[in-house]
């Protein structure tokens, strides 16, 4: 059976504001999306609780120990019809994956939010595999925090080669 889900990504740059978040669900719910993957959130678990009040329909989230540097959430529309099968978070706030069954398909998403400083990202690259269910279709979606062509990907700013660090972990 076929998939027909329409999804996004987007780095909030923090939701603490309440006219940024509504602004921030506005453009979901106008864009029709199905699905959002939600990267520096700035989140903490108690007011995770009042921004599900906020979103009309299922939310999931995961905060880390640095509210700052940290955050990712799924956002599913109203009435989507899925059935949440397994949800993994890491520790860091970095990483959530959401395995679920739409239309007898069974989909896994992974939203990443990947560490600004190339050193780190390898490593985190590598880690994120241990999330794999290969039972499911797999999606990887988030900020990256890099890009594959520094040329091509980049628009103003001086290009650096701290830009593709982790690029070789994340072709594997």
């Known amino acids: 059976m076929a998939v027909n889900l329409t999804i996004g990504s987007i780095n909030v740059n923090g939701l603490h504001d309440f006219?940024?978040?509504?602004?921030?669900?506005?453009?979901?719910?106008n864009n029709n999306l199905d699905i959002t993957m939600i990267q520096e959130t700035h989140s903490e678990t108690q007011l995770e609780n009042d921004w599900r009040n906020d979103w009309e329909g299922l939310s999931l989230w995961n905060s880390g120990p640095l509210r700052r540097s940290s955050g990712v959430a799924f956002l599913f529309k109203k009435d989507l019809n899925i059935q949440i099968d397994y949800i993994e978070k890491d520790k860091e706030g970095k990483i959530l994956s959401v395995c679920f069954t739409y239309n007898k398909n069974k989909i896994q998403c992974i939203n990443i939010y990947s560490p600004n400083t190339p050193g780190l990202r390898g490593q985190f690259f590598k880690n994120t595999e241990n999330f794999i269910k290969p039972e499911y279709s797999l999606l990887i979606g988030g900020d990256f925090n890099m890009v594959e062509d520094v040329q091509l990907d980049r628009e103003g700013g001086s290009p650096c080669t701290t830009h593709t660090a982790g690029i070789s972990e994340i072709r594997y």
């Open 19 to 29: 006219n940024k978040r509504d602004k921030t669900f506005t453009f979901i719910k």
